[in-house]
């Protein structure tokens, strides 16, 4: 299960940080997505690119903050977050920007004091 | 927008039972509906999908099925193991905008040896 990578697997970060999260996937797909795994709650799609393109922003604080130079690499950098963000952040990719079937890393768990 | 339940939030079974797990959908115009197995410590899997111009499918000891007149599809298990243990979720979503992609809220599923 080395098709979509994910660094950190684990971090923790005080409210005044600057830290990145780093997902990769050596797949050849031409989508990836940043997801939100909180805690007895439904996954929330955070972002999502297409060919290296922004499609969707679902309303997520600036805090929070994509970056994705290539098909094969996505960035999430976060800054001056809270509490109530730490959860399980997941990278996911697919073939294309449609319905096709997504494969998930491993995820960082995120805790922020 | 979309809103899928899923039920139950815990299920515990014997070796070798059966167990089912259900989810329900808003929306009518979703049509892609998948089932995804996140193991502790890891991303979320995808076990198997079904679309909406099919009823049924299964694949070994899964099936799924889908009922669109009621807008609920169910995900059965034969024959538990053990390492069937984990965490389940269900997804539905429209067409090809990723702006409708949502999931459950996940069944933990344990199997009692």
């Known amino acids: 299960e080395t098709g979509v990578t994910q660094t950190p697997r684990h971090l923790v970060m005080g409210m005044t940080n600057k830290k990145s999260l780093k997902c990769e996937q050596h797949l050849g797909h031409n989508a990836m997505y940043w997801y939100k795994q909180s805690a007895k709650k439904p996954l929330e799609l955070m972002f999502v690119y297409s060919l290296e393109e922004r499609v969707e922003n679902n309303s997520v604080p600036s805090r929070f903050s994509p970056e994705c130079p290539n098909s094969s690499h996505l960035f999430l950098h976060l800054h001056t977050l809270q509490p109530e963000d730490s959860a399980l952040y997941l990278c996911?990719?697919?073939?294309?920007?449609?319905?096709?079937?997504?494969?998930f890393g491993p995820g960082t768990r995120l805790t922020v004091l | 927008g979309e809103n899928v339940e899923q039920h139950p939030s815990t299920l515990s079974v014997q070796e070798g039972d059966s167990a089912v797990i259900k989810c329900t959908y808003s929306?009518?115009?979703?049509?892609?509906f998948p089932w995804y197995k996140q193991e502790l410590g890891k991303g979320p899997q995808l076990i198997i999908d079904i679309r909406s111009n099919v009823g049924e499918k299964k694949d070994q000891r899964i099936a799924v099925t889908l009922n669109k007149t009621a807008k609920h599809f169910s995900l059965h298990i034969t024959e538990t193991q053990p390492e069937d243990s984990a965490v389940y979720f269900c997804a539905a979503s429209i067409g090809d905008n990723f702006n409708k992609f949502y999931f459950g809220s996940g069944t933990k599923l344990n199997v009692k040896p």
């Open positions: 929306d009518s115009a979703s049509n892609y």
């Open positions: 996911a990719s697919s073939q294309e920007f449609s319905t096709d079937t997504q494969y």
